[in-house]
């Protein structure tokens, strides 16, 4: 399994403004995800980021609201653009070590004032 | 639309006795569903999966059972214990190949010692 990291760990900000999470994984991987975790509610998958192309988004989810990067195999960072306190939730990577296994980040936990 | 549900929020447990969680899925397509167990404070961690060709697989102290007639999932952990505190979701892989994952809510396993 991969190893990630996602920072900030968790950040405090306030409506208005955008906070781009970081998340690196200690090998290449093809494929990232972005989920994202509301309170005491399960994990929605926000959009694929694929390396070297747009990410690719869920329905809800835009990339004006949403933005992903991908520069590399190993890195890639979502932008909560405007944000306001329905979007305090976790944000959560992941990558597929296959198809089907998926390693997660260990979140990175927003809060909106 | 695909969903993944779980049939109780909050099990209680005696520390040492057997659990059983269960998962409902919807999408007969799937043919691949992942068991994560996720901690206060932390991302989601594999525990075990199982293909749709199987119906029963073993881990250490972890069984998946799939009835594929009646699209249930269920986790079984023996001889539970205070670390196993924790949410537990399923996730299934609904019709696409594409590695998104697809979540249910989950359920909160609490062992009381």
């Known amino acids: 399994s991969a190893v990630i990291s996602q920072k900030p760990s968790r950040d405090i900000c306030q409506r208005g403004t955008s906070l781009t999470i970081q998340c690196q994984v200690d090998?290449?991987?093809?494929?990232m995800f972005w989920y994202r975790q509301q309170p005491g509610q399960s994990l929605t998958l926000i959009a694929t980021?694929?390396?070297?192309?747009?990410?690719?988004?869920e329905s809800g989810f835009v990339i004006d609201k949403f933005p992903i990067s991908r520069p590399n195999l190993t890195f890639s960072t979502l932008t909560v653009s405007n944000m306001s306190p329905e979007d305090s939730s976790i944000y959560l990577c992941?990558?597929?070590?296959?198809?089907?296994?998926?390693?997660f980040g260990p979140g990175t936990r927003l809060t909106v004032t | 639309g695909e969903n993944v549900g779980l049939h109780l929020p909050t099990l209680s447990v005696q520390e040492g006795d057997n659990s059983i969680i269960n998962c409902a899925y919807s999408?007969?397509?799937?043919?691949?569903f992942i068991w994560y167990k996720q901690e206060s404070g932390k991302g989601p961690q594999f525990i075990i999966d199982i293909r749709s060709n199987m119906d029963k697989r073993q881990g250490q102290r972890v069984t998946v059972l799939l009835n594929k007639t009646v699209k249930h999932l269920s986790l079984q952990i023996a001889a539970t214990q205070p670390g196993d505190s924790a949410v537990y979701f399923c996730?299934?892989?609904?019709?696409?190949?594409?590695?998104?994952?697809?979540f249910g809510q989950g359920t909160t396993l609490q062992v009381k010692p």
């Open positions: 996730a299934e892989n609904g019709s696409s190949n594409t590695g998104k994952l697809i």
């Open positions: 980021a694929n390396q070297g192309s747009e990410a690719t988004y």
């Open positions: 999408n007969s397509a799937s043919d691949y």
């Open positions: 992941s990558v597929a070590g296959s198809v089907h296994e998926q390693y």
């Open positions: 090998s290449q991987v093809t494929m």
